[in-house]
Protein backbone atom coordinates (compact mmCIF):
# COMPACT_ATOMS: atom_id res chain seq x y z
CA UNK A 1 0.00 0.00 0.00
CA UNK A 2 1.07 3.62 -1.02
CA UNK A 3 2.28 5.45 2.33
CA UNK A 4 3.59 2.49 4.52
CA UNK A 5 6.85 2.01 5.47
CA UNK A 6 8.55 -1.14 4.38
CA UNK A 7 10.30 -2.58 7.36
CA UNK A 8 14.32 -3.67 7.10
CA UNK A 9 14.79 -7.39 8.29
CA UNK A 10 16.90 -6.93 11.73
CA UNK A 11 20.67 -7.78 10.82
CA UNK A 12 22.99 -8.68 13.75
CA UNK A 13 21.74 -10.50 17.15
CA UNK A 14 18.45 -11.40 17.04
CA UNK A 15 16.13 -9.56 20.01
CA UNK A 16 15.40 -13.06 21.37
CA UNK A 17 19.12 -13.59 21.79
CA UNK A 18 19.65 -10.52 23.41
CA UNK A 19 17.05 -10.57 25.51
CA UNK A 20 18.48 -13.77 26.93
CA UNK A 21 21.81 -12.45 27.91
CA UNK A 22 20.59 -8.70 28.74
CA UNK A 23 17.19 -10.11 31.50
CA UNK A 24 19.83 -13.01 32.75
CA UNK A 25 22.47 -10.08 34.02
CA UNK A 26 19.97 -7.86 35.04
CA UNK A 27 18.51 -10.41 37.50
CA UNK A 28 21.95 -11.73 38.27
CA UNK A 29 22.61 -7.68 39.41
CA UNK A 30 19.42 -7.00 41.22
CA UNK A 31 19.85 -11.31 43.19
CA UNK A 32 23.33 -9.68 44.27
CA UNK A 33 22.10 -6.71 45.27
CA UNK A 34 19.42 -7.61 47.53
CA UNK A 35 21.67 -10.52 48.83
CA UNK A 36 24.51 -8.43 50.19
CA UNK A 37 21.79 -5.86 52.18
CA UNK A 38 19.36 -8.47 53.01
CA UNK A 39 21.16 -9.48 56.70
CA UNK A 40 20.22 -5.22 57.28
CA UNK A 41 16.59 -6.20 58.01
CA UNK A 42 17.54 -8.48 60.75
CA UNK A 43 17.81 -12.53 61.51
CA UNK A 44 16.49 -15.30 62.35
CA UNK A 45 15.33 -18.43 60.03
CA UNK A 46 13.42 -16.23 57.18
CA UNK A 47 16.06 -14.23 56.05
CA UNK A 48 18.57 -17.49 55.83
CA UNK A 49 15.69 -18.88 53.68
CA UNK A 50 15.91 -16.04 51.31
CA UNK A 51 19.64 -15.77 51.52
CA UNK A 52 19.83 -19.43 50.32
CA UNK A 53 16.54 -18.67 47.30
CA UNK A 54 19.09 -15.82 46.21
CA UNK A 55 21.96 -17.72 45.92
CA UNK A 56 20.53 -20.24 44.18
CA UNK A 57 18.86 -17.47 41.45
CA UNK A 58 22.26 -16.18 40.92
CA UNK A 59 23.20 -20.05 39.87
CA UNK A 60 20.41 -19.71 38.03
CA UNK A 61 21.04 -16.81 36.18
CA UNK A 62 24.16 -17.70 35.28
CA UNK A 63 23.21 -21.03 33.45
CA UNK A 64 20.68 -18.84 31.97
CA UNK A 65 23.59 -16.37 30.70
CA UNK A 66 25.37 -19.50 29.26
CA UNK A 67 22.40 -20.62 27.22
CA UNK A 68 21.99 -16.78 25.75
CA UNK A 69 25.58 -16.90 24.64
CA UNK A 70 24.88 -20.07 23.26
CA UNK A 71 22.21 -19.27 21.22
CA UNK A 72 24.43 -16.15 20.23
CA UNK A 73 27.36 -18.62 18.97
CA UNK A 74 24.74 -20.12 16.80
CA UNK A 75 24.26 -16.88 15.31
CA UNK A 76 27.38 -15.55 14.34
CA UNK A 77 29.20 -19.20 14.91
CA UNK A 78 31.73 -17.33 17.12
CA UNK A 79 34.22 -19.77 18.88
CA UNK A 80 35.06 -17.49 21.14
CA UNK A 81 31.62 -17.04 22.62
CA UNK A 82 30.98 -20.42 22.13
CA UNK A 83 33.94 -21.52 24.32
CA UNK A 84 32.78 -19.06 27.17
CA UNK A 85 29.12 -20.31 26.84
CA UNK A 86 30.72 -23.64 27.60
CA UNK A 87 32.91 -22.51 30.28
CA UNK A 88 30.39 -20.22 32.11
CA UNK A 89 27.70 -22.75 31.85
CA UNK A 90 29.24 -26.33 32.99
CA UNK A 91 31.04 -23.60 35.93
CA UNK A 92 27.65 -22.51 36.83
CA UNK A 93 25.90 -25.82 36.97
CA UNK A 94 28.45 -27.18 39.01
CA UNK A 95 28.35 -24.47 41.55
CA UNK A 96 24.53 -24.89 41.63
CA UNK A 97 25.06 -28.31 42.26
CA UNK A 98 27.45 -27.05 45.14
CA UNK A 99 25.03 -25.27 46.77
CA UNK A 100 22.36 -27.43 46.54
CA UNK A 101 24.35 -29.81 48.89
CA UNK A 102 25.60 -27.25 51.29
CA UNK A 103 21.92 -26.25 51.88
CA UNK A 104 21.07 -29.80 52.67
CA UNK A 105 23.73 -30.36 54.82
CA UNK A 106 23.23 -26.66 56.48
CA UNK A 107 18.92 -27.49 57.32
CA UNK A 108 20.01 -30.88 58.35
CA UNK A 109 18.35 -32.78 55.60
CA UNK A 110 21.90 -34.77 54.52
CA UNK A 111 23.92 -35.70 57.55
CA UNK A 112 27.49 -36.19 57.60
CA UNK A 113 30.07 -37.36 60.67
CA UNK A 114 32.74 -36.01 58.33
CA UNK A 115 34.72 -33.34 59.22
CA UNK A 116 35.82 -32.92 56.02
CA UNK A 117 32.38 -32.85 54.14
CA UNK A 118 32.45 -29.25 53.41
CA UNK A 119 36.32 -29.85 51.50
CA UNK A 120 34.79 -31.01 48.24
CA UNK A 121 32.01 -27.94 48.24
CA UNK A 122 34.91 -25.53 48.85
CA UNK A 123 36.96 -27.32 46.44
CA UNK A 124 34.03 -26.79 43.74
CA UNK A 125 33.79 -23.49 44.59
CA UNK A 126 37.40 -22.82 44.06
CA UNK A 127 37.12 -24.58 40.82
CA UNK A 128 33.93 -22.50 39.72
CA UNK A 129 35.56 -19.16 40.79
CA UNK A 130 38.90 -20.09 38.38
CA UNK A 131 36.39 -21.26 35.56
CA UNK A 132 34.48 -18.24 35.59
CA UNK A 133 37.50 -15.96 35.57
CA UNK A 134 38.41 -17.28 32.32
CA UNK A 135 35.47 -17.43 30.96
CA UNK A 136 34.30 -13.85 31.06
CA UNK A 137 37.68 -12.35 30.23
CA UNK A 138 37.33 -14.73 26.86
CA UNK A 139 34.17 -12.98 26.60
CA UNK A 140 35.48 -9.32 27.51
CA UNK A 141 37.72 -10.65 24.18
CA UNK A 142 34.85 -10.84 22.39
CA UNK A 143 33.59 -7.86 23.47
CA UNK A 144 36.30 -5.92 22.24
CA UNK A 145 36.32 -7.14 18.79
CA UNK A 146 32.94 -6.12 18.19
CA UNK A 147 33.75 -2.51 18.87
CA UNK A 148 36.54 -2.63 16.42
CA UNK A 149 34.18 -4.40 14.25
CA UNK A 150 32.14 -1.07 14.71
CA UNK A 151 28.94 -3.30 16.42
CA UNK A 152 29.32 -1.20 19.18
CA UNK A 153 31.44 1.90 20.76
CA UNK A 154 31.46 -0.40 24.32
CA UNK A 155 34.72 -2.52 24.69
CA UNK A 156 34.53 -5.16 27.36
CA UNK A 157 35.23 -4.83 31.24
CA UNK A 158 37.58 -6.16 33.11
CA UNK A 159 35.13 -5.96 36.16
CA UNK A 160 33.89 -9.31 36.06
CA UNK A 161 36.94 -11.65 35.34
CA UNK A 162 38.92 -9.62 38.12
CA UNK A 163 35.72 -9.79 40.50
CA UNK A 164 36.12 -13.24 39.96
CA UNK A 165 39.56 -13.53 40.38
CA UNK A 166 38.95 -12.05 43.88
CA UNK A 167 36.38 -14.80 44.88
CA UNK A 168 39.11 -17.41 44.09
CA UNK A 169 41.69 -15.90 45.88
CA UNK A 170 38.88 -15.35 48.85
CA UNK A 171 37.58 -18.92 48.81
CA UNK A 172 41.09 -20.43 48.50
CA UNK A 173 42.31 -18.21 51.73
CA UNK A 174 39.05 -19.73 53.18
CA UNK A 175 39.80 -23.41 52.93
CA UNK A 176 43.16 -22.88 53.63
CA UNK A 177 42.33 -21.48 56.93
CA UNK A 178 38.86 -21.03 57.88
CA UNK A 179 37.51 -18.11 59.71
CA UNK A 180 35.79 -19.83 62.64
CA UNK A 181 39.11 -20.35 63.25
CA UNK A 182 40.71 -17.27 64.48
CA UNK A 183 37.30 -15.21 64.42
CA UNK A 184 34.70 -16.06 66.32
CA UNK A 185 31.98 -14.68 68.49
CA UNK A 186 31.50 -15.21 72.54
CA UNK A 187 28.28 -13.73 73.25
CA UNK A 188 28.21 -10.77 71.18
CA UNK A 189 31.53 -9.83 71.36
CA UNK A 190 34.23 -10.79 68.35
CA UNK A 191 37.63 -12.48 69.74
CA UNK A 192 40.40 -12.48 67.13
CA UNK A 193 43.11 -14.22 67.60
CA UNK A 194 45.95 -12.66 67.78
CA UNK A 195 48.06 -12.38 64.92
CA UNK A 196 45.47 -13.07 62.69
CA UNK A 197 43.72 -8.97 62.63
CA UNK A 198 45.77 -8.32 59.24
CA UNK A 199 44.50 -11.45 57.30
CA UNK A 200 40.37 -10.58 58.68
CA UNK A 201 40.62 -7.32 57.24
CA UNK A 202 42.71 -8.76 53.74
CA UNK A 203 39.68 -11.00 53.72
CA UNK A 204 37.23 -8.44 54.17
CA UNK A 205 38.85 -6.75 51.26
CA UNK A 206 38.98 -10.01 49.21
CA UNK A 207 34.86 -10.11 50.12
CA UNK A 208 33.73 -7.06 49.31
CA UNK A 209 35.73 -6.21 46.61
CA UNK A 210 34.42 -9.46 44.47
CA UNK A 211 30.74 -8.33 45.45
CA UNK A 212 31.61 -5.10 43.97
CA UNK A 213 33.35 -5.82 40.65
CA UNK A 214 31.13 -8.60 39.59
CA UNK A 215 27.73 -6.69 40.27
CA UNK A 216 29.39 -3.86 37.96
CA UNK A 217 30.59 -6.24 35.69
CA UNK A 218 27.55 -7.96 34.56
CA UNK A 219 25.97 -4.68 34.58
CA UNK A 220 28.55 -3.26 31.92
CA UNK A 221 27.89 -6.77 30.12
CA UNK A 222 23.89 -6.22 30.22
CA UNK A 223 24.47 -2.74 28.55
CA UNK A 224 27.00 -3.81 26.05
CA UNK A 225 24.74 -6.46 24.60
CA UNK A 226 22.22 -3.77 24.68
CA UNK A 227 23.57 -1.44 22.41
CA UNK A 228 25.26 -3.88 20.56
CA UNK A 229 24.13 -3.58 16.38
CA UNK A 230 22.13 -0.69 17.65
CA UNK A 231 24.55 1.85 17.39
CA UNK A 232 23.62 4.58 14.33
CA UNK A 233 27.17 4.94 11.35
CA UNK A 234 26.32 8.44 12.08
CA UNK A 235 27.91 7.84 15.88
CA UNK A 236 30.68 6.43 14.73
CA UNK A 237 31.30 9.19 12.52
CA UNK A 238 30.94 11.69 14.96
CA UNK A 239 33.20 9.68 17.29
CA UNK A 240 35.78 9.54 14.75
CA UNK A 241 35.79 13.19 14.19
CA UNK A 242 36.43 14.08 17.58
CA UNK A 243 39.03 11.66 18.11
CA UNK A 244 40.45 13.25 14.87
CA UNK A 245 40.35 17.00 16.27
CA UNK A 246 41.32 15.89 19.74
CA UNK A 247 45.03 14.01 17.83
CA UNK A 248 45.20 17.77 15.86
CA UNK A 249 44.81 19.74 18.84
CA UNK A 250 47.61 17.91 20.36
CA UNK A 251 49.90 17.36 17.29
CA UNK A 252 49.59 21.27 17.60
CA UNK A 253 50.08 21.07 21.03
CA UNK A 254 52.68 19.44 21.81
CA UNK A 255 51.41 16.88 23.69
CA UNK A 256 51.01 17.12 28.09
CA UNK A 257 53.84 19.83 27.97
CA UNK A 258 52.01 21.53 24.94
CA UNK A 259 54.05 24.92 23.25
CA UNK A 260 49.81 26.49 23.34
CA UNK A 261 47.66 25.29 26.68
CA UNK A 262 49.30 22.08 27.12
CA UNK A 263 49.30 21.08 30.85
CA UNK A 264 51.98 23.42 31.79
CA UNK A 265 50.71 25.49 29.04
CA UNK A 266 52.70 29.26 28.57
CA UNK A 267 55.42 27.90 26.55
CA UNK A 268 54.87 29.21 23.39
CA UNK A 269 57.46 30.86 20.96
CA UNK A 270 58.32 34.15 21.03
CA UNK A 271 56.66 36.64 18.76
CA UNK A 272 58.96 37.00 15.58
CA UNK A 273 60.70 39.94 15.70
CA UNK A 274 59.98 42.26 12.60
CA UNK A 275 63.34 43.32 10.78
CA UNK A 276 64.52 46.87 10.80
CA UNK A 277 63.62 48.68 7.40
CA UNK A 278 66.93 49.53 5.63
CA UNK A 279 67.20 53.54 5.52
CA UNK A 280 67.58 55.04 1.78
CA UNK A 281 70.38 57.41 2.93
CA UNK A 282 74.25 56.35 3.38
CA UNK A 283 75.38 56.67 7.11
CA UNK A 284 78.00 59.15 6.34
CA UNK A 285 75.61 61.59 5.43
CA UNK A 286 73.24 60.91 8.72
CA UNK A 287 76.37 61.79 11.22
CA UNK A 288 77.39 64.84 9.16
CA UNK A 289 76.88 67.99 11.33
CA UNK A 290 74.65 70.84 10.18
CA UNK A 291 76.79 74.15 9.64
CA UNK A 292 74.63 76.58 10.58
CA UNK A 293 74.19 74.71 13.84
CA UNK A 294 75.90 76.91 16.91
CA UNK A 295 79.26 74.68 17.80
CA UNK A 296 79.10 73.93 22.07
CA UNK A 297 82.78 73.60 24.03
CA UNK A 298 83.00 71.65 26.52
CA UNK A 299 86.04 71.19 29.52
CA UNK A 300 87.89 68.12 28.31
CA UNK A 301 88.22 67.50 31.67
CA UNK A 302 85.80 68.16 33.92
CA UNK A 303 82.79 68.69 30.84
CA UNK A 304 81.97 72.28 32.10
CA UNK A 305 80.29 73.86 29.28
CA UNK A 306 82.66 76.79 28.21
CA UNK A 307 81.68 80.25 26.88
CA UNK A 308 83.03 80.70 23.43
CA UNK A 309 85.60 83.16 24.17
CA UNK A 310 86.92 81.21 27.57
CA UNK A 311 90.72 80.86 27.47
CA UNK A 312 90.34 78.49 30.78
CA UNK A 313 87.67 76.42 32.73
CA UNK A 314 85.99 77.97 35.21
CA UNK A 315 85.69 75.26 37.39
CA UNK A 316 89.11 73.27 37.05
CA UNK A 317 91.02 75.86 35.33
CA UNK A 318 91.73 73.61 32.64
CA UNK A 319 93.14 75.78 29.55
CA UNK A 320 90.31 75.18 26.72
CA UNK A 321 91.81 73.29 23.58
CA UNK A 322 89.29 73.93 21.12
CA UNK A 323 90.23 78.09 21.52
CA UNK A 324 94.13 77.62 21.36
CA UNK A 325 93.14 75.38 17.96
CA UNK A 326 90.93 78.40 16.53
Known amino acids: ?59 LAVIWLAYGL ?32 NILYSVGILVSSDPFRQLPVNITYIVSAAAFTFGFYQLKKAVDSFAIQRRNIYRGQLSLPIGFALLFIYLTV ?19 VEGYQILLWVQYFFSMGNLVMIVLGFWYLRRAFATLDKIP ?69 CGLELDDDAAFCGDCGETNPYLKKG
Open 1 to 59: MMGEIELQPESGIKNTTRKHITNSTLVYVLTMMVSMFIYLLGSGPAIVYVDIALNLLQS
Open 70 to 101: YLFHKEEENKIIFFTSLIVGSAAIVLLVSKIL
Open 174 to 192: ETIIPQETYAYYVGEELVI
Open 233 to 301: EELFQRIEEAKAQRAEARQQGGGMLGRRGGLFGGLAPPPPVKPVPKTQEPIEEILIEDSTLPKKMFCVK
